[in-house]
């Protein structure tokens, strides 16, 4: 078997990933990621290039994860929210060799490749039987190659893509991801979920979007440790309630927002949700109203624990359901390999329950860069060793970490990373724009949602069809949940002496007695 599954050649016929469809084998797993292998090694994809995967949650997706971490390939998980002008910019700027595409993503790949003639990735598959005009299909050429278990295995791994501030979405390349190590190493980073409460064996469900980072790690890491993965297609909150039952799930990752959602399902099928499998209810990636994580505690008890982390960093802090009672608020300690400390504005280490900007050190001296961004990877890394997020925060007298700002613009709907500023490019190209600034406002249900203000260029009025004009250009260019819900006009844009946006200004009206700032 590759060496990420072998420790599991004696339970091959048992179960390892379950979607809609079917289920996959440990040994059919095994097998078809080989073939894999075989199929992208012989259309000239080498160590360290990387493989475009615009996919849903279907079983597939867990051989794309296996090839490329057992071939020294990163896998780049594209958003398929996206619209074909960003997914190009992804095949582009990460410079795939190859692509793989669902087939119910075939039109939007498709018009993204038209996008990019220069760069698109030279092998092209398709999650169907037959193959189309721009893919041939990944189940004809898997039929065709070789199962037998490659040689010159060696590390891989995956790179996300995440917005900054400014500018287009970067490319995160951690570190941790070593071409040339042993492919099990990537074990270690597996074994590390043992310490947050994730099972071995077990079953995960997966139940939100593995483009994303945080689904993709608290899935396919318990994968490779030995914890089967049960795929939903998309998050039905009845439905998640069933199959945790229907299956035995033990562990499962949600977003506030599914939160909210699960919440609010009727009391029928609340009463008839039993969870007697579940153990770990792991959740994060946006901020929690209090609210609701109390009523989920009220519902699922000791098992809901979250975490505070991110793309570039993983895991930072981890609090339990107890511990949050506790310290209502917080976020949790350090992880046993994360040093904290919070920087004041002058640069000097905070003292215990001072708000400064969060630094993080990984003990283990994992790191990222952001790809073919030297500049704002060094505006990341504000002293040697550590990493910024821009999040403000503080720690208080027990160790605990608590969160009240973020300093850069970042808003996130839904458990999403939205950046204003590729939004606030595409609303300034208008020519009835004079000035933008996109910013979050609250959302019970999202946390955040998209907010716009503009000012317009002299007599110009605005009107519901510039309103619809407006909301197209970004609708056409970009994912529909970065389209603003609301934009209002202003008379001149906030600014600082320095020609600074002060969008603060323009936020805070938005977020007065929520009782919160993020």
């Not at 048992?14 to 996959?24: Q, Y």
Request: proline fraction near 7%; aromatic fraction near 8%.
């Amino acid at each position: 078997m590759v060496r990420l599954l072998s420790d599991f050649q004696d339970r091959s016929d048992g179960v390892a990933v379950i979607d809609a469809v079917g289920d996959t084998t440990w040994g059919e797993l095994n097998e078809r990621s080989n073939r894999l292998i075989d199929v992208l090694r012989r259309a000239g994809v080498q160590p360290g290039d990387r493989v475009a995967l615009l996919a849903g949650n279907r079983r597939e997706i867990e051989e794309v994860y296996v090839a490329c971490a057992s071939a020294g390939w990163l896998a780049v998980p594209i958003n398929w929210h996206f619209a074909p002008d960003e997914i190009a910019y992804v095949l582009n700027d990460s410079g795939s060799r190859a692509l793989i595409v669902d087939g119910e993503l075939e039109a939007v790949a498709t018009l993204a490749l038209a996008l990019t003639p220069d760069a698109a990735p030279l092998c092209r598959l398709i999650m169907s039987p037959t193959p189309t005009t721009e893919f041939a299909s990944y189940e004809e050429v898997l039929d065709a190659a070789n199962p037998v278990e490659p040689d010159d295995q060696m590390l891989g791994g995956v790179m996300f893509y995440t917005s900054g501030t400014t500018g287009r979405p970067k490319g995160v390349k951690n570190s941790a991801f070593t071409l040339g190590a042993p492919p099990e190493i990537m074990k270690l980073s597996a074994g590390a979920m043992a310490s947050i409460g994730i099972p071995s064996p077990g079953l995960t469900l997966l139940c939100g979007p593995q483009y994303h980072s945080a689904q993709w790690a608290f899935s396919f890491l318990p994968l490779i440790a030995g914890t089967s993965v049960l795929m939903q297609r998309k998050f039905i909150p009845e439905e998640t309630l069933e199959l945790i039952d229907d299956y035995g799930v033990t562990n499962v990752h949600l977003v506030p927002t599914q939160f909210v959602r699960l919440l609010r399902v009727n009391p029928d099928a609340q009463d008839a949700f039993r969870g007697d499998a579940l153990q770990l209810v792991l959740h994060g990636a946006a901020p929690c109203a209090p609210s609701v994580k109390r009523a989920m505690i009220d519902w699922f008890g000791a098992k809901v624990s979250e975490y505070y982390g991110a793309t570039e960093g993983g895991v930072v802090t981890i609090i339990s359901a107890q511990e949050w009672i506790d310290k209502p608020g917080s976020v949790g300690k350090a992880m046993p390999i994360v040093e904290l400390k919070i920087v004041a504005d002058d640069g000097t280490e905070a003292a215990r329950g001072s708000e400064g900007v969060i630094h993080v050190r990984n003990l283990l001296g994992s790191d990222f860069e952001y790809l073919n961004e030297p500049g704002k990877t060094a505006e990341a890394h504000p002293e040697p060793g550590f990493f910024t997020l821009g999040d403000i925060g503080f720690i208080d007298e027990d160790g605990y970490l608590f969160l009240s700002d973020r300093k850069i613009d970042m808003i996130i709907s839904g458990g999403v990373n939205i950046y204003p500023a590729e939004i606030e490019a595409i609303l300034i190209g208008h020519p009835a724009v004079l000035d933008a600034a996109v910013f979050g406002v609250p959302n019970d249900e999202f946390g955040e949602e998209v907010r716009a203000a503009v000012q317009l260029t002299p007599n110009t009025r605005y009107t519901p069809a510039l309103d619809r004009d407006l909301k197209g250009l970004v609708r056409a260019k970009m994912a529909a949940y970065k389209v603003p819900k609301n934009i209002d006009v202003v008379a001149e844009m906030p600014r600082s002496d320095a020609g600074k946006l002060l969008k603060r200004e323009l936020r805070a009206p938005f977020w007065e007695g929520t009782g919160r700032k993020i």
